[in-house]
């Protein structure tokens, strides 16, 4: 079926080793962000959000980093593994509306 | 999390006919959102469909083009008219979470693969 992200900037890792894929936000005003994770045919998935009370947020295999300095957040995803090939969106949100602005997305290619 | 289902799944469709796609959420929600996504690129949010009045548009979108009912809590479609090839996208309906929920994130639908001939 049809790829998405077949322009995208693409991150290619070995597995088992670290991710590292990052994202520069566009409004200094947006205080909550979103990692989402985008397989070929399917609508994004939610991976994990932070606020903007926040530097750092930890899931399962997943870190998100928040500098509202430089306005840059980044995903970190540990042990990387073939299902974690995908796109990842990372989309910004401001308080009080449910408008996102969604970045230009990484594709995110696992090695065996 | 709310589950969101989309109808069709992918049409091939052509030149100057008109598409309308359906979105289902399985919860009462207040907005629901269409966005498009073209080929190799990122989201883009067309409107935001409130039930009750007229769909909200974003700059570069415009009712004609994308005509877009919303006759409930549950459900919304988006209409695609007058196509040209270069509405072949994918149309993602999301919702957020159900009222109630302390999260803001976005549901999507898995979309609808349009290819325009």
């Known amino acids: 079926g049809e790829s998405v992200g077949l322009h995208l900037p693409t991150l290619s890792v070995q597995e088992g080793d670290n991710s590292i894929i990052n994202c520069a936000y566009s409004n200094s005003a947006s205080d909550y962000f979103i990692w989402y994770k985008q397989e070929s045919g399917k609508g994004p998935q939610f991976i994990i959000d932070i606020r903007s009370n926040m530097d750092k947020r930890q899931g399962q295999r997943v870190t998100v980093l928040l500098n509202k300095t430089v306005k840059h957040l980044s995903l970190q995803i540990a042990a990387t593994q073939p299902g974690d090939s995908a796109v990842y969106f990372c989309a910004e949100n401001k308080k009080g509306t449910y408008k996102y602005i969604f970045g230009t997305g990484t594709r995110l290619k696992v090695l065996a | 999390s709310a589950v969101i289902s989309q109808k069709p799944s992918r049409d091939i469709c052509q030149r100057g006919t008109s598409l309308t796609i359906q979105c289902q959420v399985d919860s009462q929600v207040t907005m629901m959102f269409w966005y498009r996504q073209q080929p190799g690129q990122s989201l883009t949010l067309i409107a935001t469909?409130?039930?009750?009045?007229?769909?909200?548009?974003e700059s570069g979108f415009v009712i004609d083009k994308f005509p877009i009912s919303r006759p409930n809590l549950t459900f919304s479609t988006l209409t695609v008219s007058n196509m040209s090839p270069e509405d072949s996208s994918i149309y993602l309906c999301s919702a957020p979470p159900p009222t109630g929920s302390s999260y803001n994130e976005q549901f999507f639908g898995p979309g609808t693969r349009l290819t325009v001939l």
């Open positions: 469909a409130n039930q009750g009045s007229e769909a909200t548009y």
